[in-house]
């Protein structure tokens, strides 16, 4: 990216401000190297979610999972985004200010639910509140949460949070789901980055 970026410069000097010819229109680029996401298996995911004793954080992991959520994202979700009429989940202005709808599972909702009974004091706004009421889970908390999930559930792969979307990702492509309904579900513009 740097290599582009002074490529860019260079080109924009010589093409917009010095008004030459496009002299270094075939400059060759260095090519990104193609790197597959992480995932976890369903045996890894079901240890993870076993790690964690904490009903609200087994719920935040278990949001992200079964939504294929940022970490954001699941921080940011209110009470009023969890359709239970309709089994949906909005996201409202995620990355690139998209607002979508993905699929609430029933477990989840059973989760969830179990989670609105429990805890106590029950979220007014954010589903997921932080220490200040009516404020959201931070993003570095949830971190912290999946990091000694994954520790104590003996995984070794290095991972992140966001491992729960690619997983999401993944298994739903390995049930044949179409890419396009995927591509969606996660709220990409272009297919490729799907």
Same mark, same amino acid.
Request: net charge positive.
């Given at each position: 990216?740097?290599?582009?970026?002074?490529?860019?410069?260079?080109?924009? /000097?010589?093409?917009?401000? =010095?008004?030459?010819? #496009?002299?270094?229109?075939?400059?060759?680029? $260095?090519?990104?190297?193609?790197? @597959?996401?992480?995932?976890?298996?369903?045996?890894?995911?079901?240890?993870?979610?076993?790690?964690?004793?904490?009903?609200?954080?087994?719920?935040?992991?278990?949001?992200?999972?079964?939504?294929?959520?940022?970490?954001?994202?699941?921080?940011?979700?209110?009470?009023?985004?969890?359709?239970?009429?309709?089994?949906?989940?909005?996201?409202?202005?995620?990355?690139?200010?998209?607002?979508?709808?993905?699929? /609430?599972?029933?477990?989840? =909702?059973?989760?969830? #639910?179990?989670?609105?009974?429990?805890?106590? $004091?029950?979220?007014?706004?954010? @589903?997921?509140?932080?220490?200040?009421?009516?404020?959201?889970?931070?993003?570095?908390?949830?971190?912290?949460?999946?990091?000694?999930?994954?520790?104590?559930?003996?995984?070794?792969?290095?991972?992140?949070?966001?491992?729960?979307?690619?997983?999401?990702?993944?298994?739903?492509?390995?049930?044949?789901?179409?890419?396009?309904?995927?591509?969606?579900?996660?709220?990409?513009?272009?297919?490729?980055?799907?």
């Amino acid at each position: 990216s740097d290599i582009n970026s002074h490529i860019n410069s260079i080109k924009f /000097l010589y093409e917009q401000v =010095l008004r030459h010819e #496009r002299m270094l229109f075939y400059l060759p680029r $260095p090519q990104k190297p193609v790197i @597959l996401p992480k995932v976890l298996g369903e045996h890894e995911l079901e240890r993870l979610f076993k790690a964690v004793s904490n009903l609200k954080h087994k719920a935040i992991l278990i949001t992200a999972f079964s939504c294929g959520l940022r970490v954001s994202e699941v921080c940011k979700l209110k009470v009023s985004d969890i359709d239970s009429e309709r089994m949906q989940v909005f996201t409202e202005r995620s990355k690139g200010k998209k607002d979508r709808y993905v699929t /609430l599972s029933p477990v989840l =909702l059973d989760i969830l #639910r179990q989670y609105m009974k429990m805890y106590k $004091p029950m979220p007014k706004r954010y @589903l997921f509140e932080g220490q200040k009421e009516n404020e959201p889970y931070s993003t570095r908390s949830a971190q912290t949460i999946f990091n000694r999930a994954v520790k104590a559930a003996g995984i070794h792969k290095s991972v992140t949070f966001h491992v729960l979307r690619h997983s999401f990702a993944t298994h739903l492509w390995e049930k044949g789901v179409d890419i396009k309904y995927i591509k969606e579900l996660l709220g990409h513009f272009d297919i490729k980055t799907t």
